[in-house]
């Protein structure tokens, strides 16, 4: 399309129907809280509030895990980078994808069996050390927060197109909007809410992408081949879109940084907090297990639908047009949603894509506030002591104060890339929590050392390289900080993962074997007793 029409795009979304875009897009709204307020019932327990009263079966935990993972990054961020860069954007894909492989195999149903409520209660079963708890704790708020952080920005880009809101005020308005709304659904729905939120979420995202996906399909004759050769024909880069290089193999930063992104996707879902707290709302280790193959099978489809939307996002709408819309990238889709079925379908897609978000971030917001009040208040504060119903506080109290935190990242993140900012938590996630997981289930000779030096030196490295290196600093324009008199970024890479995952192994071996304390041959045994048969795991028992 010319500059001429983009100008009547713009007008179309903003002038001609802004109503029905705000009717549509309330109505999403009004029907996720209703479901939150009806599904959360009484939360006066941990369980209840922390993993839903563990009522919920493999097929609807498996659902909700699929809406939780399928975040602004998925919906909007990667077809948005398809839309953009081509085959190279797909790696996106096949990198969450992947990841689930790793949670099947290994970790789901260890983890269900071995915790209660996090991360750290696994840690603590095996090693029971306050100084575990704490370091575990500090890792799942720092990814939980990185994680918001993408889904604000997602919010901003996505509402402002569906409003017509392009001042930087008025983004700013929405995400804090975003913020007051999750922090409703956390402190009224708890666990439950949130999954029967999550549940509908994922229903209704997969439907308008499989019918979006039909339509592009449709244009192009039900010819993938037909597709692609139109797209190409519409990018700038021509064929170049249809192979690998064009976003990650232009120089040799640019392919380590490929590696280290494959790296922190794949092995970073392992340690995503807010997914390994969804294995605890189910009651045994056989549905968690169910849960993650029901969620592979969501995840998988879903993200063969973001290979053609992101495609068809290229051939008919364009870069340009992507590129100088709100969000750039992440307003791919909703823009083809609109050439498609014009603001009728752009109204649905975009507020589908919100609730995303919103369910998202509910899901992150939980996982946060039961981290802080169960690990570091009732764990650490309190000795393990705590009364459940002022534990319960604590949390609803953190939820407040870590939307505010949220709000105030969201924006001044709103301008980078949502996928990228994911990539970015799975980088700690993979850095910071995963190594002490595999270590604490498969090692004899782990100690509380080896994971208090693997967590914060996979923490400390992840975050401290992030700071140092392009993403903060050094490129305007693309740079979280803007001048271009300002540049701190020694690190070249722009994700850490490809030296901080492997040293966060290293120093959980080092640690271990230069600790003179020995592993506790006994414990670790009856732990393995436990993952493998969860005798002892009851449902809804304390572990």
Not at 268 to 277: F, Q, R
Request: net charge positive; hydrophobic share 55%.
């Amino acid at each position: 399309m010319t500059g001429a029409a983009t100008h009547a795009l713009a007008s179309a979304v903003v002038i001609g129907t802004p109503a029905v875009n705000f009717v549509i897009f309330a109505f999403f709204m009004v029907l996720t809280l209703i479901i939150a307020v009806s599904a959360a019932g009484r939360n006066r327990s941990t369980t209840d509030y922390y993993a839903g009263g563990r009522a919920f079966t493999g097929w609807q935990n498996g659902i909700a895990i699929g809406g939780d993972y399928l975040s602004a990054a998925s919906f909007l961020g990667i077809a948005g980078i398809i839309s953009i860069a081509g085959y190279d954007g797909f790696l996106y894909s096949i990198g969450f994808l992947v990841g689930w492989l790793l949670v099947l195999m290994l970790i789901s149903e260890p983890l269900r069996n071995t915790g209660r409520y996090t991360m750290a209660d696994v840690l603590d079963l095996r090693l029971k050390a306050v100084p575990v708890r704490a370091a575990a704790a500090l890792s799942t708020l720092t990814v939980s927060l990185f994680y918001l952080l993408a889904q604000m920005a997602g919010a901003g880009a996505l509402v402002s197109l569906l409003l017509g809101v392009n001042s930087s005020a008025g983004q700013d308005v929405i995400v804090a909007v975003v913020g007051l709304l999750m922090i409703f659904y956390v402190l009224v729905g708890g666990m439950k809410g949130t999954t029967w939120v999550q549940i509908i979420k994922a229903t209704i995202l997969m439907a308008g992408a499989l019918v979006t996906t039909f339509w592009v399909m449709a244009r192009a004759g039900f010819s993938l081949s037909s597709l692609l050769h139109h797209a190409a024909a519409a990018s700038s880069a021509g064929k170049a879109v249809l192979g690998p290089g064009l976003e990650f193999g232009v120089n040799t930063a640019s392919k380590f940084d490929f590696v280290s992104l494959a790296l922190a996707l794949v092995l970073g879902t392992a340690g995503l907090p807010h997914v390994l707290m969804r294995l605890y709302t189910v009651p045994n280790a056989r549905e968690a297990r169910r849960s993650v193959v029901w969620t592979i099978w969501v995840v998988g489809l879903f993200y063969l639908c973001t290979l053609v939307l992101g495609f068809g996002a290229m051939w008919l709408v364009g870069g340009k047009q992507i590129l100088a819309a709100p969000g750039k990238g992440d307003s791919a889709v909703p823009l083809l949603a609109f050439k498609l079925g014009g603001t009728l379908l752009l109204g649905i897609v975009a507020a589908v894509a919100f609730a995303t978000i919103l369910a998202v971030v509910a899901g992150l917001t939980i996982t946060a506030s039961a981290c802080f009040a169960h690990d570091v208040y009732a764990g650490v504060l309190r000795g393990g002591e705590a009364d459940p119903g002022q534990e319960v506080r604590v949390a609803r109290i953190t939820a407040i104060v870590i939307g505010a935190v949220a709000v105030v990242g969201g924006i001044y993140a709103k301008n980078i890339d949502v996928a990228f900012l994911v990539g970015l938590a799975f980088a700690i996630a993979a850095s910071a929590n995963l190594p002490s997981i595999l270590f604490s289930l498969f090692w004899p000779r782990f100690t509380a050392r080896g994971a208090v030096w693997s967590i914060y030196g996979g923490l400390i490295s992840s975050v401290g390289l992030i700071i140092f290196s392009p993403v903060l600093s050094g490129q305007p324009g693309t740079s979280l900080i803007s001048d271009p008199h300002v540049n701190f970024a020694f690190f070249p890479l722009d994700n850490p993962g490809i030296v901080s995952i492997p040293l966060a192994f290293f120093l959980g071996w080092l640690g271990t074997v230069t600790d003179r304390k020995p592993a506790d041959s006994a414990r670790y045994a009856r732990m393995q007793v436990r993952a493998l048969t969860g005798v002892g795991a009851e449902r809804g028992g304390r572990s």
